[in-house]
């Protein structure tokens, strides 16, 4: 009996160790990543994908395999691995694809919206997501410039730097609050959204994928996720410098760097960025510019292979964003024609509003932000630990009456100290039928946060409004798996446990505050490959934002807020076609809510608080498409549309006074959601000479109808509205020249309008969005 025992462990030991794990980069002749290349042990089915970032890993059956590695215009090659486990792969372009005789077909973006490489036409979500090349074709530089590509998505800015406002799938984030987005940047959460404002370079990919991905990412992200992927430190040495300026003063400069430490074992990565803007709103009281800023930002990453299974890798970035604040714009007739304010006309046509403060308002956001990455692979199974900090510092002075008189001001302090730690244990066996993902979380978030006002009717006029600090303790179990019930029919399904601790300590009103929430967040999927280039796939997902404490109960709102909950069912499938030239996606989904979170600013107390819908729903679909009619032409265009309904609106207040009862909205629609959103697009790319080669992009970006208070009153709804941007680049060598527009028809519109009359106040407030701009950078690669 002992010596069967002892032969089934050789038995299984030499199976286990017969297999090489292989790891690699493939790469063009230049050294850019190829992401989508495909990569084969020649004679098995064993097969992998490489990453946005060109990386593959794959395990063989012996030292003398041979990888087939291929990709779209490019020939495929043979290697023999000769029991290397480190291969890097440069591809050459076929003869076909440089003398341009057939039609290239789309070759696929690749992504991680599951947390593993694979084509987004292989993943059963609604995914929208751009690789490095697409990136940089699009002039992404920030979330604002992407969100313009992808269907019911919206990303507004105001009140002040690092103030945004992102709605997805017909669910709006409430101001100051948490995104209905999980914001990942290299596969790290980070919990603060103001961090959606910092400029956006030197990418590999930036990724959507929408409705409940709880299990995948954990609270928050109750509309979806955006995940970001820097690029990563390279062998070869790569430097990149970038200079450019544009209208309103503005001044950009960039450098990259990347290349070996110690070649083939120790990588760096360094980029930086600067940007300076005077701005293009005027004050027209103080005759200076409001929407002026200033942007720093530096990151270093090292990489480093300490042995043919182990890496470990470190990232430190730091930002400083300095700019305007409370720029806010009013009605210049006024109200009984005394002095500007009053009723404000929410689509807005030239002369029909100023910006006329009394005060020139200034804001500033600094942020510190660092990781800590090692995996382990043991061939079939890999062991990630992921540890981050992150610090932001915000502030904002600036008026509050937005008139040309001395009444109101406001301020801002706030400071958030996150820490997370991440381990998680991922399959890697590319041939079983059972693919699985299991890890823990724990993360802990403080946030402080000071604000007052001054009222120069009073003597002395200085008066706080909050002085509290928020902590939140979270630890998590997640777990995820795909398995092939058939070649074609996958299951997935995951789930996620958050237990939640939250507290409040306000200095204010002196109050002491604890919760606790536990949330199980369920995903399941079902996903059927009818044929090589159709999927059809349906899922059902449910996702949380958690709730929190308010700085006081007031008629509006309540003293605390409770926990907002989406249960989400979506049909969706993904087709390509005519060979590989026609892209075309769709998706229906069906979202009902729980304890909607809505945001108000009590002006009567000038205090701010967060208050619920005890119930509501989201109708809605989205289409995206992309046809590339010749080798120089693409064509895409993507609508989604979003029936957003309160059902039951429930009360507030009361705790210290009236009760404001919100069932009167019953039936009415979602405040700050578009209904609809509709895009579409030229993208060309050619090459004039052997050395010269053009690239063009031009996008219409619609807002539908947008609805700024439950009431629905046409007095405070804006209609539907266009933005028309174009890029074209000119590449030489390694020199590159772009001209870029944003807005080319100079159209007004606002990012936020307030009804002065639901709040205490006798004005409407508006944020306008940005003007007509248009730039020009210059790029040398070495």
């Known amino acids: ?33 190829i992401p989508g290349a ?21 395990n063989t059956s012996s030292n003398d395999a041979v990888l087939q590695c291929s990709y779209v215009g490019f020939e495929t090659q ?78 507004n800015t105001a009140q002040a730097v690092g103030l945004n406002f992102i709605t997805v799938r017909g669910i709006p984030q ?21 961090l959606l404002s910092q400029d956006l370079y030197d990418l590999a990919l930036v990724e959507v994928v929408k409705g409940p991905q709880g299990a995948l990412y954990g609270k928050n992200a109750i509309g979806g996720a955006i995940n970001i992927y820097t690029k990563d ?25 990347s290349g070996a430490i110690a070649k083939d074992k120790v990588f760096y990565r360094f980029s930086t960025n ?35 299974n182990f890496t470990v890798a470190a990232t430190y970035q730091y930002f400083k964003i300095d700019g305007g604040a409370a720029y806010y714009s009013v009605n210049p007739i006024g109200f009984e024609g005394e002095f500007p304010g009053g009723v404000l006309d929410p689509n807005p046509k030239k002369g029909n509003n100023v ?123 997640f777990g995820f798996g795909d398995y092939k019930l058939t070649s074609k029919l996958t299951v997935s399904a995951g789930f996620r446990y958050d237990i939640d601790n939250f507290t409040q300590d306000d200095f204010l009103f002196v109050t002491n505050s604890e919760r606790d929430n536990n949330e199980f967040q369920p995903k399941v999927s079902l996903s059927y490959q009818a044929s090589k280039n159709v999927l059809i796939y349906a899922n059902y997902g449910r996702g949380y934002r958690n709730g929190g404490f308010n700085a006081e109960a007031t008629d509006l709102f309540n003293r605390s807020f409770d926990d907002e909950t989406s249960d989400n069912y979506e049909l969706g499938f993904k087709t390509t ?116 080669k053009f690239n063009g992009f031009l996008n219409l970006d619609t807002t539908g109808k947008t609805y700024w208070h439950e009431s629905n009153l046409d007095i405070h709804t804006s209609d539907a509205y266009s933005l028309l941007n174009a890029r074209l680049g000119l590449s030489y060598k390694n020199w590159k020249l772009d001209l870029w527009g944003k807005n080319l028809t100079d159209q007004q519109y606002y990012q936020e309008f307030s009804p002065g009359e639901f709040v205490g106040s006798p004005d409407d407030v508006a944020w306008r969005g940005q003007p007509l701009s248009i730039g020009t950078a210059l790029s040398v690669k070495f």
Request: charged residues 20%; proline residues 3%; glycine residues 8%.
């Open 1 to 33: 009996m002992k010596k069967n025992v002892l032969l089934l462990f050789l038995l299984i030991t030499t199976c286990a160790f017969s297999q090489i794990t292989v790891v690699g980069k493939v790469t063009d002749q230049t050294g850019e990543p």
């Open 38 to 58: 495909n990569i084969l042990e020649k004679g098995t089915s064993t097969g992998v994908i490489s990453d946005f970032n060109g990386n593959f890993q794959i």
């Open 78 to 155: 043979e290697i023999n691995i000769n029991g290397t486990s480190q291969i890097d792969i440069v591809l050459k372009e076929s003869p076909e694809s440089l003398d341009e005789v057939t039609i290239q077909g789309f070759s696929g973006v690749i992504g991680k919206s599951r947390k593993r490489t694979e084509s987004i036409q292989t993943t059963p979500e609604s995914v929208t997501a751009l690789n490095s090349e697409g990136i940089e074709s699009a002039g992404v530089t920030d979330v604002s410039s992407f969100s313009t590509l992808v269907p019911n998505l919206k990303f």
């Open 174 to 194: 409430v101001r100051g609050g948490d995104a209905p987005l999980a914001f990942v940047i290299d596969g790290v959460t980070i919990p603060d959204p103001s």
């Open 233 to 257: 430190p390279t062998n070869k040495m790569s430097n990149k410098v970038q200079l450019g300026v544009g209208n309103g003063g503005q001044f950009q400069a960039q450098f990259v760097s």
């Open 274 to 308: 600067y940007k300076t803007f005077d701005g293009l709103l005027t004050n027209e009281f103080l005759n200076e510019k409001v929407d002026f800023s200033e942007d720093f930002n530096i990151r270093g990453q090292i990489k480093a292979r300490l042995t043919n």
């Open 355 to 477: 910006i006329v403060a009394d005060v020139l308002g200034k804001s500033d956001m600094i942020n510190n932000y660092g990781n800590f990455k090692m995996n382990y692979n043991l061939g079939q199974v890999e062991i990630q630990s992921l540890t981050s900090f992150n610090k932001v510092e915000r502030s904002s002075f600036g008026d509050l009456d937005f008139l040309d008189l001395s009444l109101f001001t406001q301020g801002e302090e706030a400071t958030t100290n996150t820490f997370n730690q991440e381990i998680r244990v991922n399959n890697t066996n590319t041939n079983s039928k059972f693919d699985w993902s299991l890890g823990g979380f724990y993360q802990t978030i403080k946030k402080d946060i000071y604000q007052y006002g001054e009222d120069f009717s009073f003597d002395p006029p200085e008066y706080d409004t909050a002085d509290y600090i928020n902590e939140t303790t979270t630890i998590a179990l």
């Open 577 to 692: 076609s005519w060979n590989d030239r026609f892209i075309f996606n769709g998706s229906v989904f069906n979202s009902k809510l729980k304890n909607q979170q809505q945001y108000i600013l009590d002006l009567n107390t000038f205090i701010a608080g967060v208050y619920n819908y005890k119930e509501s729903k989201v109708f809605g679909f989205e289409l995206e498409s992309r046809a590339r009619l010749t080798n120089y032409l693409d064509i895409f265009a993507n609508f989604g549309l979003a029936d957003a309904e309160i059902i039951d609106g429930g009360t507030t207040g009361g705790e210290n006074g009236d009760v404001t009862d919100n069932t009167k909205y019953n039936g009415n629609k979602t405040p700050f959601v578009p209904v609809s959103s509709f895009g579409v697009g030229l993208e060309s790319s050619f090459n004039i000479t052997e050395t010269l």
